[in-house]
């Protein structure tokens, strides 16, 4: 099964040659494909090679390192960060104080950095999963009643959810943004002093500290280009100031008594910046349809996130 951008669903087999530019297709009932989505392999293999940078920083000699895992305390790599090690808060700042030896002090820091990269992991999957389970649920709708032609527009508790998908793949693609801002940090800040377990100096960086990196170069999430003056700017909307209209819809154009093709309407923009005049923020006036421009919203932003990954392992 196909779910398209223009949310219609096609049932049988796409014509090679002939396939739409972009759709989602059902592979089994959690896993779904659409084309180019071999990026986000891509991107999750860039990411372990920064785990591997972060061990070369810590540990310079990596014969250290790997003799230390034989005997390596479990809850230096797990407490705090996963839920599988049941230790709370207070004994794991007992256990982190006591450590006199330098070589778990390390690891314990170690393990913080990396975990960044498994979260940034996480993230982006999950922009994959979002992206998928939007087109499949808004391709889903209908409305319960048809007319024979003109355009009607349907909104209702199924069609919150579906915009919620819509605003959570945004807000998921902001976060993605952050935990870059976070490493990239990171690896230009590392301590020098590992007597104490050390304060990682990224705890509160974010996207918007960005200034703050040697690293920024051209074609990367850290240059100011519309795309992701455009995530940035939704993200900080839907986040602070409301949700994606007062009212969510989505249309439905009907000829001859069939759903041709449906559409969310996206907010007026101009190079990424929302168009708005004092207390008014939402205006659909040029009748651009996000369902459509999504798909390459996110392709230029994973493009984008690759090569700034890349650049991060470069410049160590």
Same mark, same amino acid.
């Given at each position: 099964?196909?779910?398209?951008?223009?949310? +219609?669903?096609?049932?049988?087999? =796409?014509?090679?040659?002939?396939?739409?530019? $972009?759709?989602?297709?059902?592979?089994?009932?959690?896993?779904?494909?659409?084309?180019? !989505?071999?990026?986000?392999?891509?991107? !999750? %293999?860039?990411?372990?090679?920064?785990?591997? +940078?972060? &061990?070369?920083?810590?540990?310079?000699?990596? /014969?250290?390192?790997?003799?230390?895992?034989?005997?390596?305390?479990?809850?230096?790599?797990?407490?705090?960060?996963?839920?599988?090690?049941?230790?709370?808060?207070?004994?794991?700042?007992?256990?982190?104080?006591?450590? /006199?030896?330098?070589?778990?002090? &390390?690891?314990?820091?170690?393990?913080?950095?990396?975990?960044?990269?498994?979260? %940034?992991? @996480?993230?982006?999957?999950?922009?994959?999963?979002?992206?998928?389970? $939007?087109?499949?649920?808004?391709?889903?709708?209908?409305?319960? @009643? *048809?007319?024979?032609?003109?355009?009607?527009?349907?909104?209702?508790?199924?069609?919150?959810?579906?915009?919620? *998908?819509?605003? !959570?793949?945004?807000?998921?693609?902001?976060?993605?943004?952050?935990?870059?801002?976070?490493?990239?940090?990171?690896?230009?800040?590392?301590?020098?002093?590992?007597?104490?377990?050390?304060?990682?100096?990224? %705890?509160?960086?974010?996207?918007?500290?960005?200034?703050?990196?040697? =690293?920024?170069?051209?074609?990367?999430?850290?240059?100011?280009?519309?795309?992701?003056?455009?995530?940035?700017?939704?993200?900080?909307? %839907?986040?602070?100031?409301?949700?994606?209209?007062?009212?969510?819809?989505?249309?439905?154009?009907?000829?001859?008594?069939?759903?041709?093709?449906?559409?969310?309407?996206?907010?007026?923009? /101009?190079?990424? @910046?929302?168009?708005?005049?004092?207390? &008014?923020? &939402?205006?659909?006036? +040029?009748?651009?349809?996000?369902?459509?421009? *999504?798909?390459?919203?996110?392709?230029?932003?994973?493009?984008?996130?690759?090569?700034?990954?890349?650049?991060?392992?470069?410049?160590?």
């Amino acid at each position: 099964m196909y779910y398209l951008p223009n949310g +219609r669903i096609e049932r049988n087999q =796409l014509i090679i040659g002939q396939e739409p530019k $972009f759709y989602i297709e059902q592979i089994s009932v959690n896993s779904f494909y659409f084309p180019g !989505d071999n990026i986000i392999y891509d991107l !999750d %293999l860039a990411c372990i090679e920064l785990y591997d +940078r972060f &061990r070369e920083m810590v540990f310079p000699d990596e /014969d250290v390192y790997y003799e230390s895992l034989s005997n390596l305390p479990t809850w230096i790599a797990a407490a705090g960060h996963d839920s599988d090690f049941p230790m709370n808060c207070i004994q794991f700042e007992q256990a982190s104080t006591k450590l /006199d030896n330098e070589i778990w002090v &390390r690891m314990l820091f170690l393990y913080d950095c990396q975990a960044m990269i498994g979260y %940034l992991q @996480n993230r982006i999957i999950e922009s994959k999963s979002k992206l998928a389970q $939007f087109y499949v649920l808004f391709c889903k709708q209908e409305p319960l @009643n *048809l007319v024979q032609n003109g355009v009607i527009f349907v909104s209702g508790d199924s069609i919150t959810v579906v915009i919620s *998908l819509l605003s !959570d793949l945004i807000v998921t693609l902001y976060s993605i943004m952050d935990l870059t801002t976070k490493i990239a940090y990171q690896f230009e800040h590392m301590p020098e002093n590992y007597t104490k377990y050390p304060r990682q100096s990224s %705890l509160k960086i974010q996207y918007g500290d960005k200034k703050k990196l040697r =690293l920024f170069a051209e074609n990367t999430i850290f240059e100011v280009v519309p795309v992701i003056k455009l995530i940035e700017n939704l993200r900080h909307e %839907l986040i602070h100031n409301g949700y994606w209209e007062m009212s969510p819809k989505i249309y439905f154009q009907i000829i001859n008594g069939e759903i041709a093709e449906k559409w969310i309407h996206m907010m007026d923009e /101009d190079k990424g @910046n929302i168009i708005t005049f004092k207390n &008014r923020k &939402r205006f659909f006036s +040029r009748g651009e349809k996000i369902n459509i421009c *999504l798909p390459e919203i996110c392709k230029e932003f994973w493009s984008r996130l690759k090569v700034t990954i890349e650049i991060i392992q470069e410049s160590l």
